[in-house]
């Protein structure tokens, strides 16, 4: 499980320290993909084919499961971590991230997310983050935390 926050910096070659407490738990090989909200998703690899299968029952007749399944896999790379800790960002997923110089990297249960520092300070502290708001949604959807 992946959790917590990190504040880290992208070098001019576009490579990012990984958070030494996810580097064990996303292996040597793992899959980073364009996330949500302008973030980037690192899966583990056998994370990913979890996600991998679950998106196959996708409808092909559905305009918005093929549209929804060329972002996210057409954004999808493998990556290594490199001895000194680092991975390499494309430049595409740099492109979708608004990436910059610095990123602020989240653990989220399954996966590990990047952000540019700006768009998660502005992200975080919007009324879409009210976090008593979110916890009364996810009563009312029996999800009791």
Request: hydrophobic share 40%; proline share 3%.
């Amino acid at each position: 499980m992946f959790i917590g926050e990190y504040e880290h910096s992208v070098d001019s070659k576009s490579r990012m320290i990984v958070p030494a407490k996810f580097r064990q738990e996303l292996g040597g090989r793992f899959v980073m993909t364009k996330g949500m909200d302008s973030s980037l998703f690192l899966y583990p690899m056998p994370e990913w084919t979890v996600i991998e299968e679950k998106l196959r029952s996708l409808s092909l007749t559905n305009r918005e499961a093929r549209a929804f399944l060329r972002m996210f896999f057409s954004g999808a790379t493998e990556c290594e971590i490199d001895k000194q800790g680092r991975i390499l960002i494309p430049q595409n997923l740099v492109r979708h991230g608004n990436i910059q110089k610095d990123v602020v990297v989240i653990g989220v249960l399954n996966r590990v997310e990047i952000w540019a520092a700006e768009v998660w300070q502005t992200y975080s502290q919007s009324e879409a983050m009210d976090y008593d708001s979110l916890a009364d949604t996810l009563s009312e959807l029996k999800l009791e935390i």
